[in-house]
């Protein structure tokens, strides 16, 4: 099992930066591949973009040039950094990992942090 645990979330003005963290805990060595998606109100859950366990990164072409997945892996810590924030980047941002887990691959999610670009 992977647990997943997010922080960062809040209230920005438009064209602010916030920086999402993900903790991951439980069976680290079985995640291949850890993320963020993001759902907005009355909208279906979107990937924002995704980290590789060997490092290869990929992005929504709605955030590419404004926001930055990284990691630290000696912290078990995927952050995702956004800037230029956008009213309508305003969701609730999930963390994710993709792990194999008694040879079966599972998908693993957060619990969600609110996002809000507001002025």
């Known amino acids: 099992q992977v647990q997943l645990v997010e922080s960062g979330g809040g209230l920005v003005q438009p064209g602010g930066s916030l920086r999402l963290s993900c903790v991951a805990s439980g069976s680290i060595s079985s995640i291949f591949v850890m993320g963020w998606y993001r759902q907005a109100p009355g909208k279906q859950r979107e990937w924002v973009a995704t980290?590789?366990?060997?490092?290869?990164?990929n992005y929504a072409d709605s955030v590419k040039g404004r926001f930055t997945i990284s990691r630290d892996m000696a912290k078990n810590t995927v952050y995702l950094e956004m800037n230029s924030l956008k009213p309508e980047d305003t969701a609730v941002h999930y963390c994710y990992a993709g792990a194999v887990v008694a040879d079966n691959a599972n998908d693993y999610w957060g619990q969600g942090t609110q996002v809000t670009v507001s002025s």
């Open positions: 980290i590789t366990r060997g490092g290869k990164t």
